[in-house]
């Protein structure tokens, strides 16, 4: 099995029980009229090809294989960069690049903006400044059609995840002579490159943004079924399966939704734990006829938790809609929701660094796989403590999709009358304030649960010893005293203070009141997973200025 992942800015490839091999042939290209068109007597006409002409046979072999010329000034400028793959040796880059040049010039005769992929290298020009740009797109997706047998999917995609976070993690920390790296586990290879004149942040996001820009298959099929146990053709079940279960199906699992089985209450209704025929247990949410939630905010969220998989989020298995019944049926996670463990004074305890670590990691991961979506940005807009579910061995689930929103990839951010829930300290000023939410919404939610998880302390306003002050604003004043290791929970003292302080460090930078400032969660998991990337510093808060005029 083969799978490409290109963008301007970077590559992905991994391959299962196969060598990559690959002849000197086109592998996609893109002719863009984005910054218009030129004629054959136009300036910037001359100007691509003196630089096309350079590329073709005036450039010497270097040990990085990444050139960048420029030809011009103005809208008139033609500048151009090329890159090889990291493992290929200096004539077969050349020799790559001098093709491309013919190639993309025959292939897109007067754009101004063009670029082509080879198998060993591509070749980009535009009029636009590009030089330290990451720029995502265009990209396209090359997947293998023949059929692989792998024995157990989940254990192939955790080992594909793991050798991607440790590849990425090595290129993000090249130089500026070159971002590749490539390795094999359990006999998946894989080759992960920037161009090296992006920053270690920028190159991380590009390539996580490579790892969730498979498209997702579009139609996920509902499935109608009286009994559970009863055989399904193949055929009939796509990996996006939702079953629609008979309402006495669930009624008779949850012992007729009795109190002994209630786990808990949320703001839409309560969840049930219930037991199947089958002997599977699940997790029922009970839509409250009072709730607020309507049909709409119901085949919202089946529709979209139908299409979600992934090990940080928590799957759906079915639904009923029957009558006045609303129900959700979703795996159960045996160990309740974060909040019930992180603020609860016995059973904190359990919760030591590793696994405060393991979850804000894990938040994070599921965070990047909604928000990099290849087709649909998906929003949560209500991510909290309580929206964490915890599994046997505290990996974290996000949870409750109901108010989540889908948003194109090219728009930034949008717009609501209606604020999602109740307000809460989660909530980004932004959004609270003036209904706009965005990506970046969801980042500054998942600040605050980062400081949560350092500090163990709720949200709300507490009386630490001087004054009433607010989770966010302890967290900066400690951060400016440098005296960052008094906001961590007494209980952390033995674990790693680095880690430590790289994470409250990264909580601020999430909770950051300016928008443009806060990273977005695939530069996150680089920022967790790279140490050796320095951070940039954070700003304070309108909350903490406030407090202290």
Excluded at 8 to 15: A, R, V
Excluded at 198 to 218: D, E, M, N, P, W
């Amino acid at each position: 099995m083969v799978s490409l992942q290109f963008s301007m800015s970077c590559l992905i490839t991994f391959t299962f029980l196969v060598t990559l091999t690959a002849a000197q042939k086109v592998v996609h290209h893109n002719c863009s009229d984005i910054s218009g068109s030129f004629t054959r007597n136009s300036t910037y006409n001359a100007n691509l090809n003196r630089l096309l002409s350079t590329f073709s046979s005036n450039i010497s072999a270097n040990d990085y294989g990444f050139y960048n010329i420029s030809y011009g000034q103005g809208p008139d400028a033609a500048n151009g960069i090329a890159l090889c793959r990291g493992d290929v040796n200096s004539d077969v880059c050349l020799r790559c690049i001098k093709n491309a040049t013919t190639e993309l010039r025959n292939r897109c005769s007067n754009e101004k903006e063009a670029i082509i992929w080879y198998d060993y290298c591509m070749l980009r020009y535009t009029n636009r400044s590009i030089m330290g740009v990451m720029q995502l797109g265009p990209y396209f997706v090359m997947n293998n059609t023949n059929n692989v047998m792998v024995t157990d999917g989940d254990a192939f995609n955790q080992a594909l995840s793991a050798l991607l976070d440790i590849l990425i993690s090595n290129a993000s920390s090249g130089n500026a002579s070159g971002k590749f790296a490539t390795g094999t586990l359990q006999k998946i290879k894989a080759l992960v490159q920037c161009t090296p004149d992006l920053t270690a942040i920028q190159c991380g996001s590009c390539l996580y943004h490579c790892v969730f820009s498979r498209v997702r298959k579009s139609n996920v099929k509902l499935e109608t079924n009286h009994e559970p146990n009863e055989p399904v053709e193949d055929h009939e079940i796509s990996s996006a399966e939702c079953i629609q279960y008979d309402f006495s199906i669930i009624r008779d699992a949850t012992n007729d939704f009795s109190d002994a089985n209630k786990l808990g209450q949320g703001g839409f209704g309560a969840v049930y734990k219930g037991k199947l025929s089958s002997g599977e247990l699940i997790a029922v949410k009970r839509i409250a006829t009072e709730s607020g939630q309507g049909d709409v905010e119901f085949i919202n969220e089946v529709q979209l938790m139908a299409q979600l998989q992934h090990r940080n989020l928590v799957r759906l298995l079915g639904f009923c809609l029957e009558g006045n019944e609303r129900l959700l049926v979703y795996e159960f996670v045996p160990n309740a929701s974060l909040d019930q463990f992180l603020f609860d004074p016995v059973k904190c305890a359990n919760l030591d660094w590793e696994k405060r670590y393991k979850i804000i990691a894990g938040i994070a991961r599921g965070l990047l796989y909604l928000h990099e979506d290849s087709r649909l940005r998906i929003i949560h807009r209500n991510l909290k403590a309580s929206n964490v579910l915890l599994d046997a061995e505290m990996n974290p689930k996000i949870s409750d999709f109901g108010m989540a929103r889908l948003c194109p990839l090219d728009q930034t951010q949008s717009a609501t009358s209606r604020i999602a829930g109740t307000y809460t300290g989660y909530m980004a000023p932004e959004y609270a304030m003036q209904g706009h939410f965005s990506a970046k919404s969801d980042v500054f939610s998942y600040g605050v649960l980062v400081l949560e998880l350092l500090s163990g302390r709720e949200n709300n306003a507490f009386d630490n010893g001087e004054n009433v002050e607010d989770l966010l604003s302890y967290a900066w004043r400690n951060w400016k005293d440098g005296t960052a290791m008094d906001f961590v929970d007494d209980r952390l003292k033995d674990g790693s203070k680095d880690e430590q302080m790289r994470c409250i460090h990264i909580g601020l930078l999430c909770v950051q009141e300016d928008v443009a400032q806060r990273p977005n969660m695939a530069s996150v998991v680089v920022m967790l997973t790279s140490h050796s990337i320095t951070l940039p510093l954070p700003s304070p808060s309108a909350i903490f200025m406030n407090n202290n005029t």
